[in-house]
């Protein structure tokens, strides 16, 4: 991959992010320009390369030879939640690979526990996400212990790190069981030191029932006794599993495998006086009952440094090396005689080189570069070389919120006082897709940041609505896996292949992505429809969690509604020039209508855009005021105080979504005749007005009323119910349920949310689809 000649990939990454500047501006959007940061410029990375220092500094980053997740395409590395459920790349659709590489880790799962107990302090997360990384991080019931390694009687420096869901048991361990494909059996450093040069050819023809004894030995980390390390087929090795502790005390598999190999071992599990199960032969611990034993023996650990936090099996460390130009340099100097140094603080940034083109090798790019590569050793002053790996981009998006907090701060990466002002974010917007890797990150960052005693609060963000996808049309060659543009696929019959070579061409319905080439440039949409148009279809339809196909034909509803709301106003101003100036409030029956649906409307607008965040709720409720007004007669257009002041209402409601037609239909609503209504400043602009505000509405109370019942936003039918009924949403949806409509339209659907339009007697429930048709 290559850039033009002569420019530079940062220089590419500057045009690119003016480009969408612009496109976003180009959408009206309002942001506070002012705060806008640069991940990728050396003064936002420098402070992600001093957070990376902290955590060094901590003891939450190491680097270790590990099987990876390899892109073929991209040429680097990926972490687990970057390859989806078919093994393929989330960038660019690749199938993924397996290789060996040394690479750098941050210890998550050193706050796996305190990342699954925050989950209970987010009551306005939604449960799917919260589920997700729930069940993501696992139950955290074991932990990993660290066991030294001793060959002909002389310690090495491996060290093995072996979850247990027994920790308090750790005293019963026999010995080591380890699968053949551990990564300790691939390392060639100590392969070499094993001086075993028939063991990969045993661990190749190894049967299910081979037990292989390695001529190593472990050290107990509690008590400094050796025990045996086997090699095995276990049927519990799993993609989680790549080692086990051997504790036969209480595990009857454990007991079976001792007694076939002939180790000793000794029990420590006993009971009490009360029946209770307590640990025995296990030092200061013994006496103590399971539970107890658990929390002081992973304490004991934690304090001592050999592992004991508590975490899951299936829980890894965050993998955040990348081979690869695009990312933040990893500040660490490699020196023959002082190892991994960190790089000084006061160094900071360490810049990346200017390139002109990126090899593509499947090595980083940085590695070419020697002037750069080349360094004195920051402790001893002797050669030393600059780690090549840059940081995933998860590692700067993990803080920016932080960053915006004190966008222009010169000394450090954020003011605790401002930080601790302003956080936690009281509303974080974002696709699902990130539900455990940027959010469980962030979350990570937060947390550590908490404990170093930066922040006040542990948890990022206080409120989430997690939006759902933009769906393009993507094509992907069967063979590899690779995505490619639309314009060359073409039809074979009914089916896609690939223009050229005639290979076969699968397509789906993915979120859009400039790697996927199913992207809909936003340009275009606003160039064809105009600015407000675009905004509103994009908001309306579906609600936000919804995934949306993108289908431009369905834009001509919009459009319609538009033209409509633009002749209703038309209209008024028409009408007010022959009006009397004389209010006619209250005394008509169509007025008390419009009085009491404006009060509806506010209410539901409001709540949609302030608690709920359904915007294409809100659209349909002003869709349905456009409607109303739209019906009444001209006497009545031309007199009536509470049309005017609905229709004034219903432009600002539609401000925010659409403000340049808003702008322009209030500056003929403010220049119209003989106008009545004292509610507004008509010396100013549509954005400029007070929010509507409900005002006491008196009605009798009915003794029955006809409850609306939508799903997703579409009306299905209508059910007659009590008032009292109508006005209650568990109420409503028990009776929904059980009407005609329910049983038809709801049976067998997964409800996720339940509106209920306080005396708009509307039920809106919303099922959770996978995706949807705007």
Known sequence: MSGPTGKSVLALSSCNIEHMRKQLQSLSMCFDWDREIFTCREDYYKWTQYLFLKLFQSGFVYQKLSWVNWDPVDQTVLANEQVDDEGCSWRSGAKVEKQLLKQWFVKMTHYSKSLLDGLDELPCWSDGIKSMQANWISDCSGCAFQFKLKIRNELIDEVLSIYTDRPECIFGAACLVLSPDHILLRNKD???????????????????????????????????EEVPVFVANDDRFTEYYDGLICIPSGCKHDLKFVQTQNIPFQEIISRNNDSKEIIISSAQFSGMVLSEAKEAITAYARHHNFGGHMTSARQFDWLISRQRYWGTPIPIIHCAKCKDVPVPFDQLPVKLPKLSKLSGKGLSPLTEITDWINVKCPNCGGDARRETDTMDTFVDSAWYFLRFCDPHNLSEPFDSKLANLLMPVDLYIGGKEHAIMHLLYARFITHFLHDEGLLQTKEPFKRLLVQGLVMGQSYRVEATGQYIPKDEVELSGNTAVLRGTGEAVSTKWEKMSKSKYNGVDPEDIVNTYGIDTTRLFILSGIPPEHDMLWNTEAISGVVRWKNRLWSLVTRFIELKEGAPTESSRGTHKLEQKL???????????????????????????????????????????????????????????????????????????????????????????????????????????????????????????????????ATDCEAAAKITLESDIGKVHLSGENISRVLLGQKGYVINFITEEKSRHL
Request: glycine share 2%.
């Open 595 to 725: 009085r009491k649906e404006r009060w509806i409307a506010i209410e539901e607008v409001t709540r949609m855009y302030s608690e709920e965040y359904m915007l294409s709720v809100a659209i349909s409720r002003l869709i349905k005021m456009t409607n109303i007004l739209r019906k009444m007669p001209d006497n009545l257009v031309q007199n009536c105080v509470e049309f005017e002041e609905m229709l004034c209402d219903l432009v600002i409601m539609v401000a925010p979504m659409a403000p340049h037609l808003t702008s322009e239909l209030w500056k003929g609503l403010s220049n119209a005749s003989n106008l009545q209504s004292q509610c507004y400043q008509w010396d100013k602009d549509v954005l400029e007005q007070s929010w509507p505000v409900l005002t006491q509405f008196e009605e009798s109370t009915p003794k029955d009323v006809e409850l609306y019942i939508q799903i997703n936003n579409i009306t299905k039918g209508n059910i007659v119910v009590p008032y009292e009924v």
């Open 190 to 224: 100590f392969q070499d030191k094993l001086l075993d040069s028939d063991l990969q050819t045993q661990l190749a023809n190894m049967t299910k029932d081979t037990v292989l004894k390695l001529s190593i030995l472990a050290v107990h980390p509690f008590s400094g």
